[in-house]
Structure formats: structure tokens, C-alpha cells
């Protein structure tokens, strides 16, 4: 693609965001997520392969019914209430409907099922925006939002026990970071109207740790779990890091990904939702199996031994950008800080 026409589509992706973040009113949010949809669009359709233009219908198809949903849910609110505010929505169909096409909007269980799909069928950049940029906008939504308790708890465990068990069975790469979305959303979803600073900060680490384990993915060329065991043979530096980072997106201590589960299982004993805060604990635990199944494949299984294959890591001259060296030390070494995180943003 041009570079001044992909610079005009990152452009729009960072406006849409934020327009969004910027409005009080939901027709300029609609505005601001309509024009992230309408960007990145073409990012996902750049490669003019079947699986990429499939990947694009179904991501519009999708964004398009959710826009639809909050458009219907925002000017029926203003039909009965006379209210057009963000904060604003008190009526209870047009909460339920809003939430709804929100959580369809960022792949919250149980309307989760195109995310694995998309994502599938993008390359790792784009795929790395659709982890991360993509949810700023709704989230920036839902927190300022009058949420509804048993629906949002409801589709939040879903989501970390979905995000779990349909991760088991993959063997591609884009799918396994596809369900690990959708497990993380649902340990946001599930503190957010107890804690919005706690959902805040499990987003930015989220961010963090998805941003590097993308990025070292992409270094090493892989996309599926067989092709992990070159990564020796690719970059020995990276693949010892990898391993780390994955397990810090399961949530194991002493690494930073540890924090927000802490923190989150915490908030949720304060509210005296113990069962609840037992069954997301459980299913991280599902997670985990494949984010060590993942570290297994990379770090304890030996490419074939042959000598093109051993020494090409001698010739790969490309070195870790400052970028990927400062989110994979923050998805490493920030748990000790948290606290002080915490009561920063509190």
C-alpha cells in the first residue's frame, strides 16, 4: 500500500478514537466509531488475499450490525427521555441493547464467535491493531456508562471461560491471541462497575503484553504452533523472552500480568462475590494450559539439526526495535510498581 494513503487510514483510526473519547453525546461516539470501522477496513484488506477479504466482510458485517444496535439504543433513549448524554442512558431496553452492541463491538462473550475468524485471516500488524486500538473507543464507552449488573457479570464470565476453553484446541497462532482477548475482556468487563481504574490499568497492560508477543511473533515469522519450534534457529535473544511474556499474559508471579488478576479476584472478595471471583480464578487456569503449551513448543522442542538451520540466527542482522524492548520490560517487571499505580489513578 502507498505510504501516504496508509498514513491517511492511521490517521483516521487515531481520530475516530478520538472523537470518541472526546463526545458526551452519542451521535459524535456513533461518528467516532463508524470512522475506526471505515479505517482500518482497507489495512485489512491490503493483501488482496481470500482469507484477508473474507476477514474484512466479516469484521464490516459484524461492526456494521453493532453501529446499528447503538445507533437504535441512543435515539431511542433520546425518543423516550429526551436525553442524548452518554451518561445519560437510563432507560432499561436501551442500556440492555447499548451494552449489547458494545460488547459486540469489542467480541465479549457469547458475541465473540467472528473475532477467532477475523483475526485469523489478517496479518500480525494489522491483527496487533484489532488486539488493541480497536477496544480503546467502546471501552472509553462502557466506562462512562450506567452498567446492568447481571448482564455484564453474565457475559463476563463467559468470556474468561470461553476465552479458556476455546483456546485449547488451536494450533494457529492469531486464534490462540484471539481467545486470549476474549478471556482478558471479560476480566475487565467483570470489575468495571465495581473498579473503573482497575479496568483502566488491566487494559493497559493487556496493551503491553499483546503489543510484544506480537511483535516477537512477527520477528519470527510464525503464525501457527509448529512453526514455534524454528524459533531457536531464527533468534535464540527473542525466543528466550517469548516464554516469559506468555506467561505473564497467563498471569503466573512474579511477572506483571500477574497484578490485575490479583487485583481483580481482590476487588471482586470485597464485594462478597466469592463464587464469581472462584470460577474466573478456575478459568484462568484454562488459559494457562495453552500459554505453557505455547512456551513448551518454542523454548523445549529442537528445530530439525541441520546446519543452514542452526546457524541462520548468525545471519539475521534485524535487531529488536526500542519499541518492543520497552513494552516487553514493562509486560515483565511492572508488578512491583502496581500499587503505586493504583493509588496514582484512585
Request: charged share 5%; glycine share 6%.
Amino acid at each position: 500500500m502507498n505510504p501516504y494513503i496508509m498514513s491517511i487510514f492511521l490517521l483516521g483510526l487515531g481520530l475516530g478514537t478520538t472523537i470518541t473519547f472526546m463526545s458526551s453525546h452519542w451521535l459524535l461516539a456513533w461518528m467516532g466509531l463508524e470512522i475506526n470501522t471505515l479505517a482500518i477496513i482497507p489495512l485489512m484488506a491490503q493483501h488482496h488475499h481470500p482469507r484477508s477479504v473474507e476477514a474484512s466482510t466479516k469484521y464490516f458485517l459484524t461492526q456494521a450490525t453493532a453501529a446499528a444496535m447503538i445507533l437504535f439504543a441512543s435515539s431511542t433513549n433520546a425518543w423516550i427521555t429526551g436525553q442524548w448524554g452518554i451518561n445519560e442512558l437510563s432507560h432499561p431496553m436501551s442500556s440492555t441493547i447499548m451494552m449489547l452492541g458494545l460488547a459486540l463491538k469489542i467480541g465479549l462473550a457469547p458475541l465473540h464467535t467472528w473475532l477467532p475468524e477475523v483475526l485469523q485471516g489478517l496479518d500480525l500488524t494489522t491483527g496487533l491493531i484489532m488486539s488493541t486500538w480497536q477496544k480503546l473507543a467502546p471501552f472509553s464507552l462502557l466506562m462512562q456508562m450506567d452498567l446492568n449488573n447481571s448482564v455484564m457479570i453474565t457475559m463476563a464470565i463467559m468470556s474468561t471461560m470461553i476465552g479458556g476453553w476455546g483456546g485449547l484446541n488451536q494450533t494457529q497462532l492469531r486464534k490462540i491471541l484471539a481467545y486470549s482477548s476474549i478471556a482478558h475482556i471479560g476480566w475487565m468487563i467483570l470489575v468495571l462497575q465495581f473498579s473503573p481504574s482497575l479496568t483502566l490499568i488491566t487494559l493497559m497492560i493487556y496493551i503491553f503484553m499483546t503489543f510484544s508477543i506480537f511483535c516477537l511473533f512477527k520477528m519470527n515469522k510464525t503464525t501457527s504452533i509448529n512453526s514455534l519450534a524454528m524459533s531457536w534457529s531464527k533468534s535464540p535473544t527473542i525466543t528466550a523472552l517469548s516464554p516469559l511474556i506468555l506467561l505473564s499474559l497467563g498471569g503466573l508471579p512474579p511477572l506483571t500480568g500477574f497484578g490485575p488478576k490479583w487485583m481483580i479476584l481482590s476487588e471482586l472478595t470485597k464485594q462478597e462475590l466469592n463464587v464469581i471471583a472462584t470460577i474466573t480464578a478456575l478459568s484462568a487456569l484454562l488459559s494457562l494450559y495453552f500459554y505453557l503449551r505455547l512456551s513448551y513448543a518454542m523454548t523445549l522442542t529442537l528445530s530439525p539439526n541441520t546446519t543452514p538451520t542452526t546457524n541462520q540466527w548468525r545471519f539475521n542482522t534485524k535487531q529488536p526495535n526500542i519499541h518492543l524492548s520497552i513494552s516487553t520490560m514493562l509486560s515483565l517487571m511492572l508488578l512491583p510498581l502496581l500499587p503505586g499505580i493504583m493509588t496514582i489513578v484512585n
